[in-house]
């Protein structure tokens, strides 16, 4: 007895996969490539900002002695009255560096505004950073607010179900020399349907974990509930409860020179180059806020040290273990999804990984565009009838019986 035929086709399982990678991608792909495409411009948007910062990046003249935080404060807050407390301030290991503060206008937006740190003149007044302001804003929630950031959340959240049921369809049935070169090597001479095809399986494969980093860590400052987990997850504590026992404000006493504080942390981490310090609350706490790091950028720093220090004394102040974890965790997921985690290296890596993210939803719909074009033409393609000249006459042998 003959064995039967075996069905042909792929199991109900690859099919529920490839359905899963497809369609919720086509309806999400213009949002994706948007939010994909804001964060790729995001990436060197502070050494844009620096080069944009031009000689105001320093001062002509180095004198004995600096400013301190609240001198420099009062000059801006002469200089522009309608502003808002400079979110921070950032000052550099180098001598012949200006300090650099964020501020706030109701009619030009977030600026950066360098400063002289030893006669507190104002070097430039620069808009720049307010065209990656609103491009992160675009990047988080299409200036729609709430609902905008529900609909980039969700888009992200079927991203990385797309990347995991991508990797899903990528991994051969069986690993032959054929099976390897499709799947690893990009075929650049071949025609635009198969570079176009190579260009998202194996670019994306080669992508896929800056592509994860990426997805992952956007989820994780997006959701809250994530964030706090994340926090937790590592031993620190998601709360601020503990700030209740920081020194408190005290109008009475004298401020410390942070610079002080700044130039005895330097000395103790030689590879540090920045100091951060909150100033936003400055006329209400008792505390600095201070991180010291190789490179500082708008969310995150590269290599971070995070202090309390007190701000009548100078001296940083002793904090819970879970209450630094929290802060260098924070840090951890922002440096990752900024690309500030190795220097130039995280930058350029990012860079491409955001490239290759906005590049995916575009070839996965040529893929399916193609894919539909052709299963139609096939569809309507027309019976092929054999012409009279060419008929061949068919007769049947004569069967005989024999009696």
């Known amino acids: 007895m003959a064995a039967p035929p075996k069905k042909s086709g792929k199991s109900w399982l690859s099919k529920t996969i490839a359905w899963i990678h497809l369609w919720p991608s086509l309806i999400s ?7 994909c495409l804001t964060g790729t411009i995001i990436v060197y948007c502070d050494e844009i900002m620096e080069w944009s910062a031009g000689d105001a990046r320093y001062v002509q003249e180095i004198k004995e002695e600096r400013l301190t935080v609240e001198q420099l404060i009062t000059h801006l807050r002469k200089e522009f009255p309608d502003r808002r407390n400079p979110g921070y301030m950032v000052s550099y290991r180098d001598p012949e560096r200006s300090v650099r503060f964020n501020m706030f206008s109701k009619e030009l937006g977030l600026r950066m505004v360098y400063v002289d740190p030893y006669t507190g003149k104002v070097l ?3 808009g720049t950073i307010y065209f990656f302001y609103i491009t992160a804003h675009l990047h988080n929630s299409l200036l729609l607010g709430k609902t905008g950031a529900w609909i980039v959340d969700v888009a992200t959240i079927i991203f990385l179900i797309e990347l995991i049921t991508g990797l899903v369809l990528w991994w051969p049935v069986k690993w ?13 001479k071949a025609k ?50 503990w700030e209740e026992q920081l020194p408190a404000f005290d109008d009475l006493k004298q401020p410390a020179d942070i610079n002080q504080t700044i130039a005895k942390l330097f000395d103790s981490y ?16 008792g505390t600095y806020g201070l991180r010291l790091a190789r ?5 995150s720093a ?33 440096s990752l999804h900024m690309g500030t985690w190795m220097d130039q290296v995280g930058k350029l890596t990012t860079f491409i990984g955001g490239l290759v993210s906005t590049s995916l939803p ?7 565009w193609g894919r539909r074009k052709k299963g139609k033409k096939k569809a309507q393609e027309p019976v092929k009838k054999i012409p009279l000249g060419r008929q061949t006459s068919y007769k049947p042998k004569r069967l005989e019986i024999n009696s």
Not at 295 to 299: Q, S
Not at 308 to 330: C, L, N, Q
């Open 29 to 35: 792909a213009l949002i994706l490539i948007f939010v």
């Open 124 to 126: 430039k007044d620069d």
């Open 176 to 188: 032959t020399k054929s099976t390897r070169d499709a799947s690893f090597k990009v075929k650049w």
């Open 192 to 241: 635009f349907k198969r570079l176009n095809y190579d260009l998202h399986n194996v670019i994306g494969f080669y992508a896929l974990s800056i592509c994860m980093i990426l997805t992952v860590t956007g989820l994780i400052i997006a959701f809250e509930p994530f964030s706090k987990f994340t926090i937790k997850a590592f031993g620190g504590n998601a709360s601020h409860d």
């Open 270 to 285: 030689p590879n540090a180059k920045e100091a951060q310090v909150a100033t936003f609350k400055i006329d209400s706490v």
């Open 295 to 299: 490179t500082i950028g708008l969310k």
């Open 302 to 334: 590269d290599n971070a040290h995070i202090f309390f220090v007190d701000r009548y004394s100078g001296k940083p102040i002793a904090t819970p273990k879970e209450a630094e974890m929290h802060e260098v965790v924070e840090n951890w997921y922002w």
């Open 362 to 368: 575009i070839t996965g719909f040529l893929i399916w």
